[in-house]
């Protein structure tokens, strides 16, 4: 899954002299948490988020008046605040990489920069979200199995046969593996495509008598 199919291309950007008023009103006016700062080329900068926003704005114990306040406010720029020379990534980097980006360094979104470093896009936690629905298959509806096998080769082979013997239509297969006292395991996440309620409860019967069924999942998650 490559950036460049899931992010953002439309993005709002400000310039390094735009106001931090300017700036503010952009974030509220969009439903955004940051925005990325480019040049005039439309090189990438710097970044300015609320939190940056937050943090130069005066105390609300502030004895300036309105029209002090404004004038302040008017006169501190982006470049003054902006985080300089953030973190980015490309389009052509996997998702799964961009997603391990932001957990490591606590971002919200990473701008999606070209080999020029010009904005082309930006990714963000909401993207992420709006991938994992997809490769799950989740709107899909049916049933999801969590059935935890060795993490030896061929062992998935017996669970795909009791879907095929059934005539079940898989919707998706997600795997993570897990290190328990020298002894690998994986976890192993099966969607099939709804069926007739019978059908269905004879899988899930099939699957609990055969393997180690952690949990299915109709409407409710049903732990074993």
Known sequence: MLIRDWMAKDVITVSPDT??????????????????????????????????????????????????????LSE??????????????SPTNTVENAAMMMIEKDFGGLPVVDDDGKLVGIITV????NVLISITG??????????RLP???????PILNVMRAHKARIV???????????????????RIMPMERTKENQIIEELKSQFDVIFWARDNVHPQ
């Open 126 to 129: 909401s993207d992420i979200f």
């Open 151 to 157: 993490n030896e080769a061929g062992t998935l082979r």
């Open 19 to 72: 106001s931090m008023m300017k700036a503010s009103k952009a974030l509220k006016a969009h439903d955004i948490s940051r925005v990325p700062v480019v040049d005039h080329s439309g090189r990438v900068v710097g970044i300015v988020s609320d939190r940056d926003i937050k943090e130069a704005s005066p105390s609300k114990a502030t004895t300036l008046d309105v029209h002090e306040l404004y004038y302040l």
């Open 172 to 190: 998706s297969i997600l795997s993570s593996m897990e290190e328990e006292e020298g002894k690998g395991t994986r976890d192993v996440n099966i």
């Open 76 to 89: 501190i720029k982006v470049k003054d605040i902006m985080t300089v020379d953030p973190l980015v990534t």
């Open 138 to 147: 989740v709107r899909q509806g049916g049933v999801q199995f969590g059935i």
